[in-house]
C-alpha cells in the first residue's frame, strides 16, 4: 500500500485552509452589516451594482413592509434585517427577510407605553441595525436596545432611558470587535455609549453636558438654542491608536474607544449636526445640521485641536444637511438637503464643483459608492446615479420608484435593497418582476 506524503498532505492541507479562508472573507465582504456599509462610510468593495431599474425592469421581489421607519436595510448573509414602527411608536421592532425571495423569516416587535415627540418626517424607526454575522443589534430610542441572534433569539436587552427633542432620533448603533458603540440622543440624559456586545453591559458611557429635552411644543425655542447630535460614530484607525469619533454640538470630538476619554476635540460646529464625520485617515470633515458651519481639519495631536490642526472653516452660506458623503481620492462627495451635489477637497474645503442634480428634489439620505460609481436617493424616489469624477457633475442614471424615502441603499453581491416608505426592493440585474415576482410578493405576505 503506498504511503502518504506528508508534505503533499500538508501542501494540499495549506491550501485548502486558504480557500476556505478566502471564501470566509468573500463571504464576509458581500455583507452590509451596518448603517453605511461594512466601513461605515458608504463604500464597499464590490465593483458594480445595478446602474438602471424601475417599479418592473431589474426589481427581483419587492415586498411590503409592515410599518414605516426611515432604518435603513443590512444584508447579512442570506438575511436582510430592517427597522419598522407601527402604531405611532407604540409597537417598534425589526424585520428579518429571506434576500432570495423576500419571504418573512422572522420579526421582534417591542411596545412602548411612554412619550416620546419625533418629526412627521422622522417615524418611530430612525435608527439602523447592525450586526457582526452573528448577532444583531437595534436601537428603539426610549424603547431599549435589543440584541438578537440572527435566527431571530432575544439574547438580551437594555433601557438606556427616554429621550425628548422635536426631531426624534436616528443615530445607529455600531459594532467593532467585541463592543457596541452607541451615540444615544438627542435630549436630556444624551450620551456616548460602549456596551459589551455578548452581554449588553455598559463598559464607558459619556454624557453630553449640554443635553436637554427639545419639546418645543409651541415652536418657542429659539433655533440657536436647539441642540443635538444625530451623527452615528465613525470608528478611524490610525497608526497605534484606534480614535471612536463623532459630531456632537459645538465639536467634532475623537474619543478612546477603550475608556471613553476625550483623544481630541475641535471646535468650529453649532449646536445641531446630523451628518456622520468623514475621514480618510489623514484629514477629517465635519458638518453641522440646519445650514451650521462645515470644517475641516488633519489627524494627529491631543486635546484641543481647534488652533493647530484646524484647517478650513466655513460659518455662512451653508446648505442644509442630512446625509452624509463619500470620500474618494482626497475629495469629498456630497449631496445636500436642496439636492445640490458638490465635490470638495478635504484638505483645502474648496469646491472642484457644484450642481443641481437633474429632477429636483430633497435628499436625506446619504451616498454610496460602488466602483466608478456614486448612489444618491431622493425623498422623492429617485436615485440618481453619478460618476466619481472630480472635474464636473457626471450623470449617468435616473431610476424612478412609486414611492419617496429617507432610508439609504444597502449593496450585496451585485444586488441593491432599497426601502421605501412602505416596500422593501431587492434590485438586481437581468431581473423583471411580473408574474413571477408579483407571486413573490403574495408568497411574502402570508
Known sequence: MRRPNPRLSLFFGLRLIASLAAIAQLASAADWPCFRGPNHDGTTTEAKAPL??????????????????????????????????????????????????????????????GTEPTHNTNPYAGSTPASDGRRVVVWHSSAGLYCYALDGKELWRRDLGSFKHIWGYGSSPVIHEDRVFLNAGPGKGAALL?????????????????????????????????????STPLMIKTPGQAQ????????????????????????????????????????????????????????????????????????KGNPQRIGSGVIVAGNLYLVNDNGIAQCFDLATGKDHWKTRLPGGGKYWTSLVKVGDRLYATSQQGTTTVFAVNAEK????????????????????????????????????????CSASCIARELTARQ
Not at 424601475?54 to 447579512?76: C, F, M, Q, T, Y
Not at 436582510?80 to 409597537?91: I, N, P, Q, R
Not at 456586545?197 to 453636558?209: C, F, Q, R, Y
Not at 462645515?294 to 488652533?307: Q, V
Open 194 to 230: 460602549a456596551l459589551e456586545l455578548a452581554s449588553g453591559k455598559t463598559i464607558w458611557s459619556v454624557e453630553d453636558p449640554d443635553g436637554t429635552d427639545d419639546n418645543n411644543p409651541k415652536g418657542t425655542t429659539p433655533r440657536s438654542k436647539w441642540i443635538g447630535s444625530w
Open 52 to 113: 438602471t431599474w424601475s417599479e418592473k425592469e431589474h426589481v427581483a421581489w419587492r415586498i411590503d413592509l409592515p410599518g414605516s421607519g426611515n432604518s435603513s436595510p443590512i444584508v447579512v448573509g442570506d438575511k436582510v434585517l430592517v427597522a419598522a414602527a407601527l402604531e405611532k411608536g407604540a409597537k417598534r421592532g425589526l424585520w428579518c427577510y429571506d434576500r432570495a425571495t423576500g419571504k418573512e423569516l422572522w420579526k421582534q416587535v417591542v411596545d412602548f407605553a
Open 244 to 315: 471612536l469619533v463623532v459630531n456632537q454640538p459645538g465639536a467634532v470630538v475623537a474619543y478612546d474607544p477603550g475608556d471613553g476619554k476625550v483623544l481630541w476635540r475641535c471646535e468650529g460646529l453649532d449646536s445641531l449636526s446630523y451628518s456622520d464625520t468623514h475621514s480618510d485617515g489623514t484629514y477629517v470633515v465635519a458638518m453641522g445640521g440646519y445650514q451650521g458651519p462645515a470644517l475641516g481639519l488633519k489627524l494627529g495631536g491631543s486635546g484641543d485641536i481647534t488652533a493647530t490642526n484646524r484647517l478650513w472653516l466655513t460659518e
Open 393 to 432: 457633475l457626471e450623470v449617468l442614471a435616473e431610476n424612478k420608484l412609486d414611492e419617496g424615502t429617507n432610508a439609504t441603499l444597502a449593496v450585496s453581491n451585485g444586488e441593491i435593497f432599497l426601502r421605501t416608505t412602505n416596500r422593501l426592493y431587492c434590485i438586481k440585474e437581468q431581473a423583471t
